[in-house]
């Protein structure tokens, strides 16, 4: 990889050699060698063009709940820096990807909108939670979605209204070196007491099924059409099973845990030891939810 960067990158804000263990929920990974923060979209902007001009890869990161880093990365790493104010017209509001997730939520519901109570409890990032098309009990973003705005890979900045195929389970066009810059969500008029009941009764679901009080990735593998990894993992009789600090939750098979001292390889090893017993039980391979970051030599088979 060619260093120094060149110049119009070199001119975005950004910091050397953060870990990524201090970047993701789950608290492990090695080093982001060149975290890039553009905290205007032309910043944002100048970073993609920059990178595509000199054909260098980079990847962008959001809140990092949703990401299992194994091992350092050398190049670039993007994450977006843009303010964070909250523009509403009617039933509409508009929100850039810098927003936190969980805080939009919490701010529809405090306007009295209707319709994002699913989100209370999803973690990350606005920009992630595009990326992801994020969702819980049976409702997810693009449901609320009436524009988004992103960078295509060339850096062509793009406004639009989704259409169908764009937004699929925990899947979005924004991959594939796009950018989620922005949304604007359409709501609906609610009575503030029902949003909050809502609001409470997910709370208590995810409270009584998830592992919230550790640090964790969410769900580690997408549901295969019609089943449950979680129940599957369960059936294994894979909760428990443990390489060093990692662990499959006690509570919920799907999520993987860290006790405190993991490391990325530790997940690794517990990701593939899952996948290979849900094969070999079930027959059913499970594909992973979560996005993976990895040096070359440590990708999971
Ligand atoms: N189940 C088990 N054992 C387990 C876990 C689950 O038997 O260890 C059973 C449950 O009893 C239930 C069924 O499996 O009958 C489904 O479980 P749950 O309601 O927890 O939902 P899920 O399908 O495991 C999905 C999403 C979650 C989201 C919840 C609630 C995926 C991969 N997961 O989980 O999203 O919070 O529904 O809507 O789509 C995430 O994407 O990171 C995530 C956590």
Same mark, same amino acid.
């Given at each position: @990889?060619?260093?120094?960067?060149?110049?119009?990158?070199?001119?975005?804000?950004?910091? *050397?050699? !953060?870990?990524?263990?201090?970047?993701?929920?789950?608290? !492990?990974?090695?080093?982001? +060698?060149?975290?890039?923060?553009?905290?205007?979209?032309?910043?944002?902007?100048?970073?993609? +063009?920059?990178?595509?001009?000199?054909?260098?890869?980079? *990847?962008?990161?959001?809140?990092? /709940?949703?990401?299992?880093?194994?091992?350092?990365?050398?190049?670039?790493?993007? %994450?977006? +820096?843009?303010?964070?104010?909250? $523009?509403?017209?009617?039933?509409?509001?508009?929100?850039?990807?810098?927003?936190?997730?969980?805080?939009?939520?919490?701010?529809?519901?405090?306007?009295?909108?209707? &319709? @994002?109570? =699913?989100? /209370?409890?999803?973690?990350?990032?606005?920009?992630?939670?595009?990326? @992801?098309?994020?969702?819980? =009990? &049976?409702?997810?973003?693009?449901?609320?979605?009436? %524009? #988004?705005?992103?960078?295509?890979?060339?850096?062509?900045?793009?406004?639009?209204?989704?259409?169908?195929?764009?937004?699929? #389970?925990?899947?979005?066009?924004?991959?594939?070196?796009?950018?989620?810059?922005?949304?604007?969500? %359409?709501?609906?008029?609610?009575?503030?007491?029902?949003? *909050?009941?809502?609001?409470?009764? =997910? +709370?208590? $679901? %995810?409270?009584?099924?998830?592992?919230?009080? $550790?640090?964790?990735?969410?769900?580690?593998?997408?549901?295969?059409?019609?089943?449950?990894?979680?129940?599957?993992?369960?059936?294994a009789?894979l909760? &428990?099973?443990?390489? &060093?600090?990692?662990?499959?939750?006690?509570?919920?098979?799907?999520?993987?845990?860290?006790?405190?001292?993991?490391?990325?390889?530790?997940?690794?090893?517990?990701?593939?030891r899952v *996948?290979a017993k849900v094969r070999e039980v079930?027959?059913?391979?499970?594909?992973?939810?979560?996005?993976?970051?990895?040096?070359?030599?440590?990708?999971?088979?």
């Open positions: @990889m060619a260093f120094p960067f060149p110049d119009p990158l070199m001119a975005i804000p950004h910091r *050397r050699d !953060v870990p990524f263990s201090r970047l993701t929920t789950l608290g !492990v990974g090695g080093c982001c +060698r060149w975290l890039f923060e553009p905290v205007t979209e032309a910043q944002a902007q100048a970073f993609v +063009r920059a990178c595509a001009r000199e054909g260098l890869p980079w *990847r962008t990161l959001g809140g990092g /709940s949703n990401l299992v880093v194994l091992g350092d990365l050398e190049g670039p790493v993007l %994450r977006l +820096r843009l303010p964070q104010e909250l $523009k509403r017209d009617g039933l509409e509001l508009q929100a850039s990807a810098s927003h936190g997730h969980i805080r939009l939520s919490a701010a529809t519901a405090e306007l009295g909108l209707a &319709g @994002m109570e =699913y989100a /209370s409890g999803i973690p990350g990032s606005v920009g992630g939670a595009m990326h @992801m098309n994020a969702g819980a =009990y &049976g409702r997810e973003l693009v449901d609320i979605l009436a %524009r #988004y705005r992103f960078l295509t890979e060339d850096g062509e900045l793009v406004e639009k209204v989704p259409e169908p195929g764009e937004f699929r #389970y925990r899947w979005s066009v924004l991959g594939g070196g796009r950018v989620a810059l922005g949304l604007t969500l %359409r709501l609906a008029a609610g009575d503030p007491a029902r949003i *909050r009941a809502l609001v409470e009764e =997910y +709370r208590r $679901k %995810r409270g009584t099924s998830q592992p919230l009080g $550790k640090r964790n990735a969410g769900c580690i593998f997408k549901n295969p059409p019609g089943l449950s990894a979680g129940r599957l993992i369960d059936q009789g909760k &428990g099973l443990r390489v &060093g600090d990692a662990e499959v939750s006690p509570e919920h098979g799907n999520f993987l845990v860290n006790h405190g001292q993991a490391t990325a390889a530790q997940f690794a090893e517990l990701m593939a *996948r079930h027959g059913v391979d499970l594909e992973p939810e979560v996005e993976i970051w990895a040096a070359p030599e440590q990708i999971i088979r």
